[in-house]
């Protein structure tokens, strides 16, 4: 396609390049959406077809030698150049000119589908000992919040017998794909999958990556070290197992926070959130399936069938967005979990609804756009709902009453000392992943595939982890694969920026609509045209360090909650920005759906209305009520 049209002016070739990408993305999104939310019609046929499509399209050579010869002709524009440099940035993290590596590609296309399907319709559960031992269907999603919230040690204990088994059904299976994703990679000239990955979508290498990781490895270990024999010390040994620790951390709390957090407001809260943060999408759409069912995928995401960008006319494309979770409205713990989820995936969209570049390759998610600089957008947002600031203005129960100051203190005190299990619990994934690509081929057998996830586990986390790390589905898919450092470096750039602003905003970060202004002219606007390092160093002045991650996981547990109880009552005080049944001005239009069921859109009366409508339906399917 591209040799066809490298012969016309720049701008020409420029704006079909554009539109050729555009839509083959669409397709390959739109079937992915369908695909992961088990939608009528849903295909893994046509999901591997478009995929392969949109893989070959980013893969063709053609595509970056028109390119590289409309750069190498002049005369461009400042913009024109800029556009055309992404271009080649981005089709060069593609370009598979050795034959055996494209035949690969199309092979695992098809084996991470099929992958991806068997996962969804597993019978996925626990053994209820409260029912003799008969089974239940239960998400993963819903087998973790057990754990975290259940009083009974045989029911978490079943959980997480539950989790386990995920690693035993994928197995064989993904070993098949590991294998093929090594070939490829080396065929392409990278030392494994995870070298090929980490350097299409960072711009440096695996050793280079590990090099930031075993030193925060390394400056934690002793934090990780004290904070479990803490744990033992305070609620016994049998705290340490895997199925009990999270209930053992925040199990009474957890139940103590439920009641402000309800499932039905969680929306209205988001929103009210961001659009007091000064953050706006640009007329962008969302689409928002938040409850659990049957088939769908076992993971909270956001993800644009349509980037936005510029057109060389000036026509704004907005982006569409599709976001899910897996709430049950029912369950204890699932309100806040959905709020967090909604504060992650609504971060990611308002990062890629203010990318204003002119293409769309500088706001799709995949290679070259750094997974750092993704997560970063969205885990310094859902970040808020730990701040007492945040809880003291938006944390209430369903007939409007504060969360109280010594609910917040005893979860504070709960969880502050053992932070560090997050920390590491993020480390694993990466490290485990290292070590299954670095695995010589003729070693790798379910067996081993097994012990060396619960042999990381132990070494990293200290033991092994109620999360099992075969459990958790970025590992198994593509897009997502050797992907998970980049939480581990996001969360530190988390906690350099929120140092950045505490300083220059004296302290005061929730309902601070210079946060949005700031977040969106200096992370989201370039898009993936610049680099991760480079945008957190322009912003906050200082290069990326864990200093402040670090300085606050040994913050002492007093000193912290004298600042936080502060904060508390200055912002109950003060109340939020927006208060409820205010329409809060995103600049977006919200559909909220369940499956192919549309419940509500803001199109039809305001965000305020199709809030109003999502709790009514809320309140009928999860509780019963007309």
Not at 203 to 211: E, T
Not at 263 to 273: G, I, K, M, Y
Not at 572 to 589: F, H, N, S, T
């Amino acid at each position: 396609m591209a040799a066809a049209v490298a012969t016309v002016d720049t701008q020409t070739f420029i704006n079909n390049l554009n539109e050729a990408y555009e839509k083959v993305h669409k397709s390959y999104e739109d079937n992915f959406w369908a695909t992961k939310m088990a939608l009528k019609g849903a295909s893994s046929e046509e999901l591997a077809r478009t995929k392969t499509e949109y893989e070959a399209f980013l893969g063709d050579p053609a595509n970056l030698k028109a390119v590289r010869d409309k750069l190498a002709a002049g005369g461009l524009t400042p913009e024109q150049e800029g556009v055309l440099r992404i271009m080649e940035k981005t089709f060069k993290c593609y370009i598979t000119e050795d034959p055996r590596a494209k035949a690969l590609k199309e092979q695992l296309n098809e084996l991470e589908a099929a992958l991806a399907g068997a996962r969804n319709t597993m019978a996925l559960g626990y053994k209820d000992p409260a029912a003799g031992g008969a089974f239940k269907k239960a998400s993963s999603v819903q087998l973790r919040d057990l754990m975290r919230v259940s009083d009974d040690e045989a029911t978490r204990r079943a959980c997480y017998e539950g989790m386990r088994g995920i690693g035993p059904f994928v197995a064989e299976r993904f070993l098949e794909i590991v294998k093929l994703r090594n070939r490829m990679a080396r065929l392409m000239g990278y030392e494994d999958f995870y070298d090929y990955k980490v350097t299409s979508a960072e711009g440096f290498g695996k050793r280079a990556l590990f090099d930031i990781m075993d030193d925060l490895e390394a400056r934690t270990r002793p934090i990780m070290e004290a904070a479990r024999a803490n744990l033992a010390a305070a609620k016994g040994a049998s705290a340490l197992e895997p199925w009990n620790m999270g209930w053992a951390l925040a199990g009474d709390t957890e139940k103590a926070l439920d009641p402000y957090f309800p499932f039905e407001d969680a929306v209205d809260v988001w929103a009210r959130t961001f659009a007091a943060l000064g953050i706006h999408y640009r007329g962008s759409t969302m689409s928002l399936d938040l409850c659990d069912r049957d088939g769908k995928y076992s993971n909270g995401f956001c993800h644009w069938p349509q980037p936005a960008w510029r057109r060389a006319d000036g026509t704004w494309v907005p982006a569409k967005t599709n976001f899910t979770s897996l709430a049950t409205p029912s369950q204890v713990g699932s309100g806040k979990t959905a709020l967090v989820t909604l504060l992650h995936e609504g971060g990611h969209a308002a990062h890629f609804a203010n990318i204003t570049q002119a293409s769309p390759f500088f706001s799709q998610e995949r290679a070259p756009t750094s997974v750092a600089y993704a997560e970063n957008q969205s885990m310094f947002l859902d970040a808020f709902a730990g701040d007492a600031a945040w809880l003291g203005r938006y944390a209430r129960s369903r007939d409007g009453k504060v969360l109280p100051w010594e609910v917040i203190e005893a979860h504070k005190r709960a969880t502050h000392p053992y932070e560090v299990f997050a920390l590491r619990g993020m480390l694993a994934v990466p490290f485990f992943e290292r070590a299954l690509y670095e695995t010589p081929e003729e070693q790798l057998s379910v067996e081993g595939l097994l012990a060396l996830a619960d042999r990381i586990e132990q070494q990293v986390q200290g033991g092994l982890a109620g999360r099992p790390l075969l459990s958790v589905p970025h590992i198994l898919a593509d897009e997502a694969s050797c992907y998970y450092h980049g939480y581990v470096l996001a969360e530190m750039s988390v906690h350099h920026t929120r140092a950045y602003f505490r300083e220059k905003l004296g302290g005061k970060l929730v309902d601070n609509p210079e946060i949005g202004k700031a977040l969106t002219s200096a992370y989201w606007q370039p898009g993936n045209g610049a680099a991760f390092l480079d945008l957190v160093a322009g912003l906050t002045g200082k290069p990326l360090s864990p200093d402040a991650w670090v300085a606050e996981l040994q913050q002492p547990l007093e000193a912290m909650l004298a600042e936080e109880k502060t904060a508390y009552e200055e912002a109950v005080k003060a109340g939020p920005a927006i208060p409820p049944g205010q329409e809060p001005e995103l600049g977006m239009r919200v559909v909220l759906v369940h499956g192919d069921e549309v419940i509500a859109d803001s199109d039809n009366g305001g965000l305020a209305a199709a809030v109003k409508t999502f709790k009514g339906w809320v309140r009928k399917q999860f509780f019963g009520e007309n």
